[in-house]
């Protein structure tokens, strides 16, 4: 993957890609980065709405694509 089409960016980046989000500051906003692994939900954000939702069952399983469309 190339930043503005010229400089590669290091794969040591792709772990901020998730669980990173703008925290919003009086003077200046930061970025927040969650390491922790427990997460069991994403966070969609459609038409200005915010739906929390699960990604794995109650045995610890992860739902598959369908499951989570439902």
């Known amino acids: 993957m190339m930043i503005r089409g010229t400089v ?6 792709y772990e901020r890609i998730f669980a990173t989000t703008r ?3 009086k003077e200046m906003d930061t970025l927040g ?3 922790n692994d427990s ?4 966070i969609v954000l459609r038409k200005g709405n915010f739906y929390a939702l699960d990604v794995y069952d ?3 399983n992860a739902l598959t694509p369908p499951e989570i469309e439902m």
């Open 8 to 13: 590669p960016m290091c794969m040591a980046q």
């Open 33 to 35: 980065h969650d390491q």
């Open 58 to 60: 109650r045995s610890g």
């Open 23 to 25: 925290i919003p500051g």
């Open 39 to 42: 997460a069991s939900h994403i």
